[in-house]
Nanobody, 115 residues
Framework: VQLVESGGGLVQPGGSLRLSCAAS????????MNWYRQAPGKERELVAS????????GIADSAKGRFTISRDNAKNTVYLQMNSLKPEDTAVYYC?????????WGQGTQVTVSS
């Protein structure tokens, strides 16, 4: 199993970014996927989840109304669209999947929101 995030960067407050996570090594279309983030000095927190077929999603209260999770099962990719970004969204964002009995993580992508 391999999860590779991309799309992070430096953005001004109010800006947008779209993160991507390319998955391989498992039958992507049969597993739910998650995005987590970890800010310096804080615990890793769940930001968004999506079901295997994409019909059910969940967004953390801190991101509700601003972030959207989606997936393209033909491309084995899950996305996190982040709008109206705030400085408190600054963190390393990780893609996550439970496959079998293991919890898999990508290497993370840094998102910095600053003027």
């Amino acid at each position: 199993v391999q999860l590779v995030e991309s799309g992070g960067g430096l953005v001004q407050p109010g800006g947008s970014l779209r993160l991507s996570c390319a998955a391989s090594g498992f039958t992507f279309s049969t597993y739910g996927m998650n995005w987590y983030r970890q800010a310096p000095g804080k615990e890793r927190e769940l930001v968004a989840s999506i079901s295997a077929a994409g019909g059910s999603t969940g967004i953390a209260d801190s991101a509700k109304g601003r972030f959207t999770i989606s997936r393209d099962n033909a491309k084995n990719t899950v996305y996190l669209q982040m709008n109206s970004l705030k400085p408190e969204d600054t963190a390393v964002y990780y893609c996550n999947a439970w496959v079998g009995t293991r919890d898999y993580w990508g290497q993370g992508t840094q998102v910095t929101v600053s003027s």
